[in-house]
């Protein structure tokens, strides 16, 4: 008898501990509304960060369909990349990762006012800040 509830405990806590590790996401959750950045589509991402740069920098409506442009362009080349990723060493990849980058911010620069340019350089940088601090 002994024996036979120490099989039933075993089985019962490893059901418990399995079930314990996968994900649980209720619809109250704020990582639940969001998806993971490779489930999301470049047009997705893009319109959240043209919302991030209108938060920042109050976008004119010429400017916001420029910018979304932009944004989709580059996270759609940041999806090709990422696709070739294993294909590539990390420092090519890193290096092409930052031309991306670099490109997408002097075409932003170009639709941007100077004043709204530095709000979004200052916006930029906090976010760095912020997921900097993050990782500690």
Known sequence: MKKIIFVFAVVVSSFGMTNAQTAKTSSTSPVAATAAPAERTPEARGKELVAKINT?????????????E?????FTKQDA???????????????????LKSNRDKALSAVLTPEQNRKFEAAKAEEKANKASDKK
């Open 56 to 68: 920042a920098c109050q976008l004119k409506d010429d400017q916001w369909s420029k910018v979304n």
């Open 81 to 99: 990349l990422r696709g070739q990723k294993r294909t590539m060493d990390v420092t090519s990849f890193d290096k092409k990762m930052n031309e």
């Open 70 to 74: 932009i944004s989709v362009d580059f």
